[in-house]
């Protein structure tokens, strides 16, 4: 979880999206991050450079992004809190569904560990109650 932590804001957003694209298209390219993230190609290319320069990214010849090991653990790490957090505040809080995707976006950046954590144990416990009664 270091990387998550000591990464900046920005720095996971990428992440999260590449990872997001790589599931929903099968491969991601800067223009492609671009698009999703409304953001200029050369402020993707200034973020791809800092990605790669960290190991949690590669760029293929064709222009293809890939997550490395360390990527994709942390991007898997980031959209965990961030699924997990929507879900919290939708069902537990009764949030609606587009403002907790949103605060979800902000608040997955700046949770503490502890936080989540329970988070994500009151969410398990939960689902274990209701399969129970099922």
């Not at 320069?53 to 898997?76: I, P, Y």
């Not at 979800?104 to 988070?119: N, P, V, Y």
């Amino acid at each position: 979880m270091i990387w998550v932590m000591s990464m900046q804001e920005s720095g996971e957003n990428y992440l999260e999206t590449i990872l997001i694209l790589q599931n929903r298209n099968g491969s991601v390219r800067s223009v492609d991050i671009a698009r999703e993230l409304s953001v200029s190609k050369p402020s993707v290319c200034r973020a791809i450079g800092i990605l790669k320069n960290s190991g949690l990214l590669t760029m293929e010849m064709n222009g293809e992004l890939r997550l490395t090991a360390a990527g994709k653990t942390c991007a898997d790490a980031i959209y965990e809190r961030h699924i997990l957090i929507t879900k919290f505040l939708h069902e537990t809080a009764g949030v609606d569904e587009e403002t907790a995707e949103a605060d979800a976006c902000r608040i997955e950046h700046i949770i503490s560990e502890e936080t989540f954590k329970k988070i994500k144990e009151f969410l398990a416990k939960r689902s274990k109650r209701r399969k129970q009664q099922k």
